[in-house]
């Protein structure tokens, strides 16, 4: 029996080119980038030619990239930097009730530390109202932290428009784009973005690295303090095995690569969805179809115990998942899934992430359907 993995939203496997990548700096490359020696030297030139690759990607400059450990504390930077940065201009901050755990975890601190967060609602198909947003605004807002693109339904947020209004407010923008940016054209300064985050492993690179984009038009207070590196932005010696790594990662991204994978994952989804009506299966998407990233698919099932099923499928060998891999283990249900529809509703229970990535094929997505149908057909007898 084969193993297919359809967790992609929670990590990616790594692409051969990139192990290939990091070997090669691991055996070749052990200066360390601030030395000024000849071995140092050469590791800072593997670092800046990572930071070059990384800033072509969005358009932005070079030195705007910082590197860092990942999307975690790309997040924890740009809102804890500025909520206490600028906290003399104002002590209120924006973001939605569908963020990922390390911005909504990190507003809940910062509500501990006399701040006042709004937290945006979503409708039941998980969409953000810009009439919502605007109400939300306010002189003292310092920051809006608004994520790209959803980890668990998918759903685009409305980043351009968010933007747009916010050219003519002073709060910062941060979106953390860690399920976006592998697959999302972006460009920050045409968005209007002043802090960007990410990290490598969702975009088949390694785990533990990752980058905050930080627009030159705004200040930026550093959450970790030591030494020099990432223009005293950043202190601690630099990833570099793990950087580079994530720079190849990103290199074989290309917009045409981004397109096909687009495409690819369009008709998985619709696969699926194609064979569940065929069999007559009673579901319903978590999310909007019309409005999301390619590679997630989040799926309810009437009256089937999500849990229940995952265990089915994962003794067929297929891997999905309930919800974010952060929340993953726990008994708290999805966060993003009770903002659409409510505590304790039902639909939380029956729901079940399908992602897409690197490796998987139409014979796998055909097989996972099949093994999806068989499985709730015994779970409803």
Do not use: W
């Not at 050219?167 to 045409?190: L, M, R, S």
């Amino acid at each position: 029996m084969e193993n297919i993995y359809l967790d992609h939203a929670a990590t990616s496997p790594m692409h051969p080119e990139v192990i290939t990548a990091m070997t090669e700096v691991m055996t070749d490359t052990f200066g360390n980038p601030s030395s000024v020696h000849h071995f140092g030297r050469q590791a800072a030139r593997k670092l800046e030619m990572a930071r070059e690759v990384i800033g072509k990607s969005l358009g932005v400059k070079y030195h705007e990239i910082i590197f860092n450990g990942g999307g975690t504390e790309g997040d924890n930077t740009a809102i804890l930097s500025t909520a206490f940065g600028r906290q003399n201009e104002g002590r209120h901050l924006i973001t939605t009730q569908i963020e990922h755990p390390a911005v909504i975890n990190t507003m809940k601190y910062l509500e501990t530390q006399g701040f006042e967060v709004t937290y945006l609602p979503v409708d039941r198909k998980g969409n953000l109202s810009m009439a919502d947003f605007e109400a939300s605004l306010r002189p003292d807002t310092t920051l809006v932290s608004i994520m790209y693109g959803n980890n668990e339904i998918g759903n685009l947020m409305p980043i351009k428009e968010i933007g747009e209004r916010l050219k003519e407010h002073p709060a910062y923008f941060h979106t953390d784009a860690v399920q976006a940016y592998g697959n999302q054209f972006i460009q920050p300064h045409e968005l209007g973005i002043d802090f960007l985050s990410t990290s490598a492993h969702k975009i088949n690179g390694p785990k533990g690295v990752g980058f905050l984009y930080k627009s030159d038009e705004v200040k930026l207070v550093p959450l970790l303090r030591g030494g020099e590196q990432e223009e005293k932005r950043r202190a601690g010696t630099e990833n570099l095995a793990g950087i580079c790594g994530m720079a190849k990662a990103v290199e074989l991204l290309t917009e045409e690569k981004r397109e096909a994978q687009r495409n690819l994952y369009d008709q998985f989804t619709q696969k699926i969805l194609t064979i569940l009506d065929h069999e007559k299966i009673d579901y319903h998407v978590n999310g909007d179809l019309s409005n999301k990233l390619p590679h997630v698919l989040n799926l309810r099932f009437s009256g089937i115990i999500n849990d229940l099923l995952l265990v089915k499928l994962d003794l067929r060998g297929i891997a999905v998942s309930t919800g974010s891999a952060c929340t993953a283990g726990t008994v708290d249900p999805s966060h993003v899934l009770e903002a659409m529809y409510g505590k304790n509703a039902q639909e939380v229970k029956e729901s079940l992430r399908v992602s897409f990535g690197y490796g998987n094929t139409m014979e796998q997505v055909e097989y996972f359907a099949e093994q999806l149908v068989a499985s709730l057909k015994e779970l409803t007898k």
